[in-house]
């Protein structure tokens, strides 16, 4: 199992981005994905997450700004990210739980057993 993110950068305040998690070794649409982020020095905390019907569930933070979804076809999942803020800035993950349909709580990152590399999205004010 590999999971490749890409699409992150540097964005001015208000401005949007879309990142991509490529996933490979597996099939996407079977298993929960979730996408996290951490900033140095703090917990790594869940954005988001879909499970193998499509249905999401995001942090009540970010609810109405971020929208998770997911292209079985070509085994990707994405985060679309709206009206960033300076506080959005940090290291995004995703992740996957090879093994559950459903999705854990978002607080709960012990069940997810395969984690991308991670890609760094910069917010300025």
């Known amino acids: 199992v590999q999971l490749v993110e890409s699409g992150g950068g540097s964005v001015q305040a208000g401005g949007s981005l879309r990142l991509s998690c490529a996933a490979s070794?597996?099939?996407?649409?079977?298993?929960?994905m979730g996408w996290f982020r951490q900033v140095p020095g703090k917990e790594r905390e869940g954005v988001g997450s879909i499970d193998r019907d499509g249905n999401p569930t995001y942090a009540d933070s970010l609810k109405g700004r971020f929208t998770i979804s997911k292209d079985n076809a070509k085994n990707t999942l994405y985060l679309q990210m709206n009206n960033l803020k300076p506080e959005d800035t940090a290291m995004y993950y995703c992740?996957?739980?090879?093994?559950?349909?459903?999705?854990?709580?978002?607080?709960?990152?012990?069940?997810?057993?395969?984690w991308g590399q991670g890609t760094q999205v910069t917010v300025s004010s």
């Open positions: 070794g597996y099939t996407l649409s079977r298993y929960c």
């Open positions: 992740a996957t739980v090879v093994g559950g349909i459903y999705c854990p709580d978002l607080r709960n990152r012990n069940p997810y057993n395969y």
